[in-house]
């Protein structure tokens, strides 16, 4: 597994030592699975030296090995059009990392057309502020989701490094996800 961390400047960084699974991976296809960003924004930020592999610049194409070194700087955070909301929240857990609510059916997870407000992610702001400087900007904190119609655990990261482990952990398919009709 990779080894991230993460610093909370106003423009954060996350640095990443590839494992042996990461190996081949494309860089640019590699960062963008593992910031939120798309893999155009990664490029962009390739291209402008915004990207290190083992201290230097690398390419796109680059095929990961494992022990590199890679170090991402993220763009600064921009103010969110997500508007906290104060909505109930049964939430089963919560630590300075992360959040785990559980979500009722019926209640949509984050804003999308038709669904401005109203939404868990809403709630989530107004809950736990910071939460939107966390992941990508039109999800913040959000690792996962889960239909409007179902319920069940949501976890949400409250810091960057916390975003960066779940989502590998989701993407490794280290985290047991159960489904009961």
Request: overall charge positive; hydrophobic content about 40%.
């Amino acid at each position: 597994m990779a080894a991230w961390s993460a610093n909370s400047e106003p423009s954060p960084f996350l640095r990443v030592t590839a494992s042996p699974a990461d190996s081949g991976s494309r860089l640019d296809q590699f960062l963008a699975r593992m910031s939120g960003l798309s893999r155009a924004q990664v490029q962009r930020r390739l291209a402008a030296g915004l990207v290190r592999v083992n201290g230097g610049s690398a390419p796109a194409s680059y095929r990961l090995r494992a022990g590199d070194d890679i170090i991402l700087t993220l763009p600064p955070p921009e103010p969110s059009l997500l508007v906290p909301e104060p909505l109930p929240l049964e939430i089963l857990y919560e630590d300075e990392d992360i959040i785990l609510v559980n979500k009722p059916p019926g209640l949509v997870v984050h804003p999308a057309p038709g669904h401005r407000g109203g939404t868990l992610l809403n709630a989530l702001l107004a809950h736990c502020p910071d939460l939107a400087r966390v992941g990508d900007l039109a999800r913040p904190g959000l690792v996962h989701r889960l239909d409007k119609d179902t319920s069940g655990v949501l976890a949400a990261a409250k810091t960057s490094r916390a975003h960066a482990h779940l989502v590998r952990q989701f993407h490794d398919r280290q985290v047991e996800k159960v489904y009961v009709a």
